[in-house]
């Protein structure tokens, strides 16, 4: 019998991280993830908030649904096939893989086209097996990218609803137990504040519980809030002497 060898947490040095960023339109989210070191952006196509970066230095790729190839561009196809492409192109030679982040924005729209994919234009209704292919699926995306040394950012936007007991809970705006199951396997869950009305709008990230939106970080001394977030800001803070706070 072999010898039972375990890690030790204590030699986890990762510096690629899984970052869930939520909030309602206009909160920022799609700035934040752009202050990320060398992104690429896999944007549905029913999701224009890429036009948020016009003019700048920022790749991107058009998501036309789950299923479907690479057009001849290269620059759009089904998830399924850009992320084949991706980790092919890492596997080659992860050295010259030519992004240091991977942004998915945003889950609530992609979600809808996968929803419409499988229900043929809407013209039927979701039925229990596509809620569990729908969830199985993320899964699977969460799992390919994480094979890749690369941080990754998953956008979403908010919503509130009642639960059980009445209470109103807030959260990710996504079905199913993807709606917890995503962004707990992440390092980062930050709820995007929407700026209020004033002439200089202050857009901030909570890392701790806002009202009725969850968030936490799994690194210690990680600020509760960021206004004006970028990566920059608090790449300081995400490094060893991990403790997860909500």
Request: proline share 7%.
């Amino acid at each position: 019998m072999p010898k039972i060898q375990p890690h030790n947490a204590s030699d986890l040095q990762d510096p690629w991280l899984h970052w869930f960023l939520y909030g309602d339109s206009g909160s920022g989210k799609t700035t934040a993830a752009a202050s990320f070191p060398r992104p690429l952006f896999l944007v549905p196509q029913n999701e224009r908030s890429i036009t948020t970066l016009a003019g700048q230095n920022i790749d991107y790729m058009e998501i036309t649904g789950q299923s479907g190839p690479l057009n001849e561009s290269g620059d759009s196809g089904g998830l399924d096939a850009v992320i084949s492409a991706l980790q092919s192109t890492y596997n080659a030679d992860p050295e010259k893989f030519p992004w240091d982040t991977i942004v998915v924005e945003s889950i609530s729209h992609y979600v809808d086209l996968v929803q419409e994919e499988m229900t043929s234009g809407n013209t039927r209704p979701m039925e229990q097996r596509h809620w569990g292919l729908l969830a199985a699926h993320i899964r699977n995306v969460q799992t390919r990218l994480r094979s890749m040394e690369v941080h990754v950012v998953y956008t979403a936007l908010a919503a509130v609803k009642q639960d059980d007991g009445g209470a109103i809970v807030g959260g990710p705006l996504i079905p199913g137990q993807s709606a917890v199951k995503l962004p707990s396997a992440c390092d980062v869950i930050g709820y995007c504040e929407a700026p209020s009305s004033a002439k200089k709008p202050v857009y901030t990230i909570h890392f701790r519980r806002k009202g009725h939106y969850f968030a936490r970080s799994r690194f210690r001394g990680m600020p509760a809030a960021v206004p004006h977030f970028s990566f920059d800001a608090v790449q300081p803070y995400l490094k060893g002497d991990r403790k997860s706070t909500t």
